[in-house]
């Protein structure tokens, strides 16, 4: 039985939706833009986050605490696997990091079994924002308002960081010729494990944000990966923009698909992207395919 | 005996008597010889492994009890992780069936592993006790003289809810499930009791298996004008069902009522405050107010550390307490697979969920009694599904199944 269709209503469900997408998808694109590797793992970092919220939530109690925190954690844990396990194969084929990336999504599920356990967890939202709010015909849960305007603000923030600074800057610099970076005298070791921690720091980040909307267990890592996968490849291979412009384009596409066409709604991510790479094969915002 | 007797006629008279003198013997050194073997398909990693532990937990309670004996043999489990993917699941069975040549089969969890197993199971002749997987099917059209169930019918939950609903909570209902076949019999069978009752169904909807995100369907609720929503969710999809469903701020206009899985202790914990009042409908929860299942729980808590029973562990407590009073009726005997299997049907006692037995038009378990249950918190259990009404002899109705009467 068709409604009326509450098209504003729908409208925000579709913004808050696409802005954590965006969230789960920024570090991974970031990770790929500036040190050309796809790292599977960064579903492993968003759980890695939850739980490491779930752990400082029971610590502390406080929700913000955990979003500070947990974050640094996990960025930790991404500079120990950038040191360690990745760097050997930085002249190795692209293959062989992919291989370690996605080994890694099985050791880190099994790292959170044998701490956290299997059982289903999930992060409370914070006191502040437990309860809903109506803007004119439309509901929506306020810790979503929170998220929009968070998600917002960190992209504003990314940008600024990257494109304005001196130490993005030396990001780029490093990216376009290591070698010539590091003849000019910057550390661009150093420079590529503090990017690679920063990418996985804003994978658990994301955990943490989506903690109070979607659950966790062991092997969310890769129900999470697909989806920022996708976010990644519609919005261009790197691109900061491309991440935030495609992860809004799913969003509105996947809640409207819900609400309008349930029956195929299941499709509609991947009939965005078939489209989006038919029309612009490098994505919308990526760089030219050679 | 009877093989032995025909070896012994085509191989002359003298053989024939050696083989008729030998044939209770040997009978006997089987009954007394080897261990009896139990395969276990369930799933031991992934999201649903704590039900194949739950499940699995409560069948080695009641062998424990038992010292691991039966009529003088021992109990043997053979332990296979499905994965909760049917071609996994298929392939331990036939592993367990053809190689360790087990006496009795149970689980699984996941129903498509179940339709799946079913024919090698009924052309092998090889007793499966069902310990989870509801699919109505193997119920009805695909009944076999071979397999039991302990657990339920996806129906069984659902169908005494439907006229409850309508009666007691609201006749404008909106329905909503996972898209796969559990979902859609579980709405059908609420619908069995609920149309009658003068229910009338506002809306439906069936979202993907796996969705992380029900915002567009709340939506879509909240304007339905629904005075009540019937949903089956399990799993992370519970969680994540039940507590966006809270942040909605739904839960104060639109009664949440559903299948019993929507709040069970799997997924009550992660979704917290938002599943208080919840209605739902299951044949147990850990609070009944029996001796057999008080000391259920008690047993329970102090081998699994202070761990609270669900209803899955109940099926396993069951299936295990089968396989036990089967056993002794046959006195360890499991060469005579009829005998076995009669023995099965016969069995009746006291279970944690009230009087436990078999239909025998179907050899599904008639549920005692199907409560309707309210999630509160409560002192000794903290948050929990307290019952508040029930529907006694629940039996599937079993259309389409010819099991000899």
Redesign the interface.
Known sequence: MPFIPDFFGQALNGLAYGVLLFLLSVGLTLIFGMLDVVNLAHGSFYMLGVYAGLTLIAATGSFWVALLLAPLAVGLVGALVERGLLRPLYRRPTLDQVLLTFGLIYLFEDLVKWIWGGRIRSIPPPALFAGSVTLGDATLPSYRLFVIAFGLVMALALWLLIEKTRLGAIIRAGVFDAEMAAGLGINTDRMFTGVFAFGAALGGLSGVIAGPIQSAYPSVGVTILIPALIVVVVGGLGSLKGSLVGSLIIGQAETFGKAWLPGVSMLMIYVVMALIVLLRPQGLFGRQLK | MGALTRRGLLTGAGAAAVGVAAGPWVLRSWAQGGPIKIGVVLPYT??Y??LG?SITQAMELVFARENWTVAGRKLEMIKEDDEMKPPVGIRKTEKLIDSDRVDILTGPVHSGILMGMRDKVHNSKTILIVSNAGADAISRGRCSKWIFRTSFSNWQPCQPMGGWVAKNVAKEVFQIAP?YQAGKDMMAAFRETFLPAGGKV??E????L?E??Y???L??I???GAKAVFAFFS??DA??FV??YD???LKGAVKLTGAGFLTEP??L????KSALGVLTGHFYTPVLDNPVNKRFVKDFKARYGNKTPDGFAVQGYDTAEVIIRALKATNGNTQDKDKLVAAIARVEFDSPRGRFRFDPRTQNVIQPFIYVREVREVPEFGLTNVPIDKVADVRDPGTGCTLPA
């Open positions: 992934g999201v492994a704590v532990e898209n506002i809306a909807d069936y979202p993907k796996g992380t995100d915002a567009p369907y939506t879509k909240k304007q339905s799993g992370s969680v994540n507590k966006q942040q909605f701020g799997d997924v914990p992660a979704q917290g």
